[in-house]
T-cell receptor, first 115, second 112 residues
Framework: GAGVSQTPSNKVTEKGKYVELRCDPISGHTALYWYRQSLGQGPEFLIY????????DSGLPNDRFFAVRPEGSVSTLKIQRTERGDSAVYLCASSFLSGAQETQYFGPGTRLLVL | SQELEQSPQSLIVQEGKNLTINCTSSKTLYGLYWYKQKYGEGLIFLMMLQKGGEEKSHEKITAKLDEKKQQSSLHITASQPSHAGIYLCGGYKGGSNYKLTFGKGTLLTVNP
């Protein structure tokens, strides 16, 4: 079946602009995660959804970052007033349930460049 | 900050050679995952280990988790150019069964 998809694959924006990144999880997966990966680093947790609600948003760096998952499927990560430091690869993952036994399947990522 | 240490940071091997990548945590892990990453393809799941002393193999790749569940190794036998990429270990620590913590990755190059 189809894997996790993310759009756009690349996004170039100017400092101060607003961006939205979209994630389509694997069909039937209830848990959805966003991670951010800077150059030369491993992915870092941002936020976790179980169904429609954000169960843990402790990884969001500040209040410019916000994510939604209104119908428990597609999720959108929103970044306001982008800064050059926001440049990174934003990865989305999903799993059937949450838990240490549940494998998180990752999408290809959105490469965000803030000029 | 990265809480899983991977070594080496990068590795260049000749095709056909064996190699090992290590992943170490200062805390007990409740689930250790190995992923491979290539540009434009995100993270590809390789294997998951949960129990101390567990070992799993798939094709030419073997992963082990030590008894204390703080150290894992990934071994590739008779490497091929298709094995090239970045190998990432990720684990769950106590208190969270959904937040994966990753190492910085090991960049593997396999020369034909």
């Amino acid at each position: 079946g189809a894997g996790v998809s993310q759009t756009p694959s690349n996004k170039v924006t100017e400092k101060g602009k607003y961006v939205e990144l979209r994630c389509d999880p694997i069909s039937g997966h209830t848990a959805l995660y966003w991670y951010r990966q800077s150059l030369g680093q491993g992915p870092e947790f941002l936020i976790y959804f179980q169904g429609t609600g954000a169960a843990d948003d402790s990884g969001l760096p500040n209040d410019r970052f916000f994510a939604v998952r209104p119908e428990g499927s597609v999720s959108t990560l929103k970044i306001q007033r982008t800064e050059r430091g926001d440049s990174a690869v934003y990865l989305c993952a999903s799993s059937f349930l949450s838990g240490a036994q549940e494998t998180q399947y990752f999408g290809p990522g959105t490469r965000l460049l803030v000029l | 900050s990265q809480e899983l240490e991977q070594s080496p940071q990068s590795l260049i091997v000749q095709e056909g050679k064996n190699l090992t990548i290590n992943c170490t945590s200062s805390k007990t892990l409740y689930g250790l995952y190995w992923y491979k990453q290539k540009y434009g393809e995100g993270l590809i799941f390789l294997m998951m280990l949960q129990k101390g002393g567990e070992e799993k193999s798939h094709e030419k790749i073997t992963a082990k988790l030590d008894e204390k569940k703080q150290q894992s190794s990934l071994h590739i036998t008779a490497s091929q150019p298709s094995h090239a990429g970045i190998y990432l270990c990720g684990g769950y620590k106590g208190g969270s069964n959904y937040k994966l913590t990753f190492g910085k990755g090991t960049l593997l190059t396999v020369n034909p």
